[in-house]
């Protein structure tokens, strides 16, 4: 499985922007790369998923490097409830079924 | 339309029992996907099922763990003999099925203690 690195942790003030990185430098063609996040004592929820252009949805934006070995999850205006561990996932074109998690970036939200 | 729901969300087993742990997916979907997460770690694929199938079990211990998914009811997974090691949450997750892009919707996880 292709992996990913995040940062352990970062820390954000509410109501700013918060932009989560991730390196994916063995990312092949055929990768789609998906951003879920946990809260506290619950299962992961889908954030958004990108394959060559830049995403945007209610919940984030997500810009991908024009070489793809990086993307970056943009949350336009942090609250408290974005406090969360958000993973950075890849996984295959054909084969979305198998993912792979990694250790995430747990999101701290300062008020 | 009810999210992914698990069944039960805290069990205790000692040593040496049967932990069965229920998974019943979102209203359509007809796969499920199990995996575990030890804490202060990511989530661990396990196994992928469709309807009466298993389509992918590589990352299913070999010994003690089985899963299935019946044509009708929830997908369990079974595991015996339980060790201490097993202690984990264990999340279900689902989606409508495979070809264009499928969301997986999460439960809220099974956390499994052994004595």
């Known amino acids: 499985d292709a992996k990913t690195t995040q940062p352990n942790s970062m820390e954000s003030n509410e109501e700013e922007p918060v932009h989560l990185p991730c390196n994916h430098s063995?990312?092949?063609?055929?990768?789609?790369i998906h951003w879920y996040r946990q809260l506290p004592s619950q299962g992961p929820e889908y954030v958004i998923h990108?394959?060559?252009s830049n995403v945007n949805n209610r919940m984030a934006s997500l810009a991908i490097a024009e070489d793809r070995k990086s993307s970056t999850l943009i949350l336009h205006r942090a609250t408290l409830r974005d406090a969360a561990v958000y993973y950075c996932?890849?996984?295959?074109?054909?084969?979305?079924?198998?993912?792979?998690f990694g250790s995430g970036t747990k999101l701290n939200v300062k008020p | 339309n009810a999210g992914v729901m698990q069944n039960p969300r805290h069990l205790v087993r000692r040593r040496g029992q049967e932990a069965r742990l229920r998974c019943s997916p979102m209203?359509?979907?007809?796969?499920v996907y199990w995996y575990r997460q030890l804490p202060e770690e990511g989530l661990k694929f396990m196994v992928y099922?469709?309807?009466?199938?298993?389509?992918?079990e590589s990352g299913m211990p070999k010994e003690r763990f089985s899963a299935e998914f019946p044509k009708e009811g929830p997908s369990i997974l079974r595991i015996q003999q339980v060790v201490r090691g097993d202690s984990a949450a264990y999340f279900c997750?689902?989606?409508?099925?495979?070809?264009?892009?499928?969301?997986?919707?999460f439960g809220p996880g099974t956390r499994l203690t052994v004595l």
């Open positions: 063995t990312i092949s063609g055929t990768d789609y």
């Open positions: 209203k359509g979907h007809s796969h």
């Open positions: 990108g394959l060559t």
């Open positions: 997750a689902s989606s409508l099925g495979q070809g264009t892009y499928n969301e997986q919707f």
């Open positions: 996932i890849l996984s295959a074109i054909y084969n979305f079924n198998k993912f792979y």
């Open positions: 099922l469709q309807k009466e199938n298993i389509i992918d």
